[in-house]
């Protein structure tokens, strides 16, 4: 708000008694012209009857009522120009009377009245944060409005007075200020929330700072335990056919919905709330309530994954696959918490911190791009997702098995060199000779620490690895071979349809791929035996099931004449829970359940062109699409929803409690049916993951220097910014005598020409 020099207006008592006010009032009204002859005299009575009403205190009496109603009907007999002289006068004898220790009667509200729309309510209040950066004169003047606010229920402007400088403490983050302030105010609403007539603007207030505070979740504790019955009073309202009950009802179920996501509940005192909600469903659209800011906070909480990714020119494939990961908590915790010095952990723990703690909206991961990228990778071409999460982690598994091998001993290195073969060509899959295990590893009393070394799995063998018994059998000979592969991924086909419309479900295509396979024509397998290309049967068999399983639906069909991928368009049914039947070396079988966390999805025609974006879940019925840097609210029925050529390529589930039926559509061989019920155990709970993502203080030193600083900048840009949209322009009065805009024609002044911000 632009504002003029004024000469400042010493805090005293009113030099005028009031009857000596009324006689100059009325004789100014009685003679127009008098007013506009002697502006400054009409400031000083305006000046004085400002301060004079702050010292009085509350009662009927029509004098009062005369002095207030020549403050709001003054201007209309002076000239535009002196009109804001006269506005200036009385805010700034009203705020430094507020700002000193004495109270300010509510009659002095008439001050306010004078910017009587929003957008220059909103000026007036960029000036008080102006007038002074102490934040007791901003604390005096909000609890003096609060305190006229609930001697007066009519008045609508106050309320936005009071909002306006709760955006204000945030866009200034000035939080701790804004924190007591908004306490103190939740208090007051809850007090007069019950009286009758006062509903309409304490729920305004209420769910303005809700909504508003977003760094701390103490305003909203404290609104549970009253929640149900402000629930309770607006479902009176709303019985009574009122606009309040209806409208403020709904928000207000849908407001402490998205509290509960973006403050998560680790000491479980939202369960009271949670069952008084289940009875007032949330509305379709409840995220929006909230701007659609409902993500958990990051300072107060640890899970802040709304944090989006710049697409550096086609990197869509990298940024879908990294938002999958950080969703990927105990990966995320493990990566970040661990000591592996190793260039590519150094990049993905630094991005993964900041995805996590950041508050910004997006960042560049150029970084880690440049130490991630596959070497055949064209920068700024289209590349396959599924690819590169091999190759990244493929490369993280290395250089932890690089670090792991410079710790032994040379010579005991090269005895062991050949115990564990690393894979050359699919990253996805590792092959161990079933026999070498058994002929190499000593347990020799000088050799067992060696041992266990050498066989201790990686950070990403722990998150991600399965074993299975991969079995040949000739269909000329019967002889069998058989491999133990270590597998990172499960890629599943679909099977032939013959031209058949079949109906795809990940579960059932999971089960295809345990099955047996015929080894026939152009899939021949070669016997060792026999000397020669055979038909056969490929069979497997899962020894050990991953924390972490990773499906890969190939949704293409190699043209060998073209070289082309040509991409299936199947309609597959996304189960949110599968079950992976696990036939361990030693004991009885056992079923796995695993639970939907993150799909990567491919748009487009073909698997060499398109888009990837992702779908992740952070908390329960807690999903967000991650479309680049651009990160939305959703819900998994949008995934279900999909059709093509939106195609969901990669799934994520992770394992969850373990199955209580036995008899779901698993491959079960033929001689294990007849005892299935018997030998078919169910895994023990202890094996089942739950980790949060760690918090801020969790993180070792260097990490948290890292987010410290990178908030800090953002902090700093954010305030440089703000602070400009604050700053105060010199008033153009060559305007003055321009004639009104068109929208003039009452009585009323445009106040919208009147202050310049």
């Excluded at 004169?137 to 609890?143: E, L, M, P, Q, R």
């Excluded at 202890?686 to 030193?701: H, M, N």
């Excluded at 008033?731 to 004639?739: A, F």
Aim: aromatic fraction near 8%; charged fraction near 25%; charge should be negative.
């Amino acid at each position: 708000m632009a504002v003029k020099c004024v000469a400042e207006v010493p805090h005293s008592q009113p030099k005028y008694d009031i009857n000596q006010m009324i006689e100059h009032i009325e004789m100014l009204l009685a003679n127009p012209e008098a007013i506009r002859d002697d502006i400054e005299g009409v400031k000083k009575l305006c000046e004085q009857i400002v301060l004079y009403l702050a010292h009085t205190p509350l009662r009927k009496d029509m004098q009062l009522e005369k002095l207030r109603h020549f403050l709001q009907k003054v201007s209309y007999h002076v000239p535009k120009q002196h009109t804001v002289e006269i506005v200036e006068v009385c805010l700034k004898t009203l705020y430094k009377h507020m700002v000193s220790d004495e109270e300010t009667s509510i009659y002095a509200s008439v001050v306010l009245d004078l910017l009587d729309k929003k957008e220059l309510i909103k000026q007036g209040v960029q000036w008080i944060f102006q007038q002074d950066n102490d934040t007791k004169a901003i604390k005096k003047v909000f609890k003096t409005l609060m305190s006229w606010l609930t001697a007066n229920n009519q008045a609508n402007d106050l309320v936005t007075w009071i909002s306006e400088i709760i955006t204000g403490l945030q866009e200034l983050q000035k939080h701790d200020v804004l924190l007591e302030l908004s306490c103190s105010s939740v208090k007051s609403c809850s007090m007069y929330f019950q009286k009758h007539g006062y509903q309409t603007i304490m729920c305004s207030i209420l769910f303005h700072i809700l909504a508003t505070v977003e760094h701390s979740p103490d305003v909203f504790h404290m609104i549970i335990p009253i929640a149900p019955t402000i629930l309770l009073e607006l479902g009176k309202q709303k019985e009574k056919s009122t606009e309040l009950g209806d409208d403020y009802q709904q928000r207000f179920i849908d407001i402490l919905t998205c509290l509960m996501i973006r403050f998560p509940d680790p000491e479980h005192q939202y369960r009271e709330l949670k069952e008084c909600l289940k009875s007032y469903p949330r509305s379709t659209h409840f995220r929006q309530v909230l701007n659609g800011n409902i993500v958990p906070n990051s300072v107060m909480t640890s899970a802040n994954a709304r944090v989006g990714l710049v697409n550096l020119g086609n990197t869509c494939y990298m940024n879908s696959v990294l938002q999958a990961l950080v969703m990927t908590k105990q990966f995320s915790r493990e990566i970040l918490l661990s000591k592996i010095d190793a260039p590519l952990f150094d990049q993905i723990q630094e991005l993964l911190a900041l995805l996590i703690h950041s508050h910004r909206q997006e960042l560049n991961p150029r970084a880690l791009l440049a130490a991630a990228r596959p070497p055949d990778f064209v920068p700024g071409y289209q590349q396959d997702s599924s690819e590169f999460l091999g190759y990244l982690l493929e490369k993280l598994h290395e250089q932890e098995k690089q670090l792991i091998n410079k710790r032994q001993r040379p010579a005991a290195t090269e005895d062991q060199s050949q115990l564990v073969k690393l894979p050359s060509e699919n990253p996805n899959t590792m092959a161990i000779e079933q026999n070498s295990i058994v002929s190499e590893a000593r347990t020799t009393p000088q050799d067992t620490t060696l041992n266990e070394t050498l066989l201790r799995p990686t950070l990403i063998q722990r998150m991600f690895d399965g074993k299975l018994f991969v079995t040949y059998q000739c269909g000329v000979c019967d002889s069998k071979s058989t491999n133990l592969d270590a597998i990172r991924s499960f890629e599943l086909s679909f099977p032939e349809s013959n031209g058949i419309k079949t109906e795809y479900s990940v579960q059932k295509l999971l089960d295809f791929y345990c099955s047996s396979e015929k080894l026939i024509g152009d899939n021949q397998y070669y016997c060792d035996k026999c000397k020669q290309l055979c038909d056969g049967e490929r069979s497997i068999r899962i020894t050990k099931s991953p924390r972490n399983l990773i499906l890969t639906l190939k949704h293409f069909r190699y043209d060998l004449h073209r070289h082309t991928r040509a991409k299936l368009m199947n309609q597959v049914q996304h189960n949110e829970t599968i079950s992976l039947r696990v036939t361990p070396e030693e004991g009885h079988p056992f079923v796995v359940q695993y639970s939907l966390y993150a799909a990567v999805v491919h748009a487009g025609t073909s698997m060499d062109s398109g888009h990837y974006y992702t779908y992740a879940q952070d908390e329960p019925d807690c999903w967000y699409k991650f479309n680049d840097n651009y990160v939305t609210g959703c819900s998994v029925d949008e995934l279900h929803a999909l059709s093509s050529p939106n195609t969901p390529y990669i799934l994520f589930y992770q394992m969850s409690a373990p199955s209580t039926d036995c008899t779901m559509s698993l491959c079960i061989d033929d001689e294990m049916e007849h005892n299935a019920s018997a030998n078919l155990d169910l895994v023990s709970t202890d094996d089942v993951p739950d980790c949060q993502l760690p918090r801020l203080e969790e993180l070792p030193p260097r990490l948290r220097d890292l987010v410290h600083v990178h908030n800090q900048t953002y902090k700093e840009e954010k305030r440089i910014t703000t602070q400009k949209r604050f700053e105060v322009h010199p008033m153009n009065r060559d305007t003055d005598d321009d004639p009104p805009p068109n929208s003039c024609g009452s009585n009323s002044f445009n106040y919208t020409n009147r202050f310049i911000f």
